[in-house]
């Protein structure tokens, strides 16, 4: 069975930058990161392919934060900078061992435990 481990996150000012990152216990995925705060549902924030030559960002962080990862350590990264209050949620990595990234929740198999971002004003 897979396992996703998360970790970074944090509380940040506005205008801050945080990171969070996602090891898998083995395989090689592409991969999403989610972000889902109360009362709202699951949302798309950032995917990347498996050879990580592709990657796809929801418009409302497009320019501002950074999906990469790194083979090598089955791991995946989140960069946000220019972070904004409604930018607070938990945030998830998902990974697919086969197919496209996608941007439903649907299109992946695996998920990690999550990790709070709170950004204050």
């Known amino acids: 069975q897979v396992q996703l481990v998360q970790s970074g996150g944090g509380l940040v000012q506005a205008g801050g930058s945080l990171s969070v990152s996602c090891t898998a216990s083995?395989?090689?995925?592409?991969w999403a990161w989610f972000r889902q705060a109360p009362g709202i549902e699951r949302q798309f924030v950032a995917a990347i392919s498996r050879s990580g030559t592709t990657t796809n960002y929801a418009d409302s962080v497009k320019g501002r934060f950074t999906i990469s990862r790194d083979n090598a350590k089955n791991t995946v990264y989140l960069q946000m900078n220019s972070l904004k209050p409604e930018d607070t949620a938990v945030y998830y990595c998902a990974a697919v061992r086969h197919g496209s990234i996608g941007v439903g929740p649907g299109a992946y198999d695996y998920w990690g435990q999550g990790t709070q971002v709170t950004v204050s004003s």
């Open positions: 083995g395989g090689t995925f592409s």
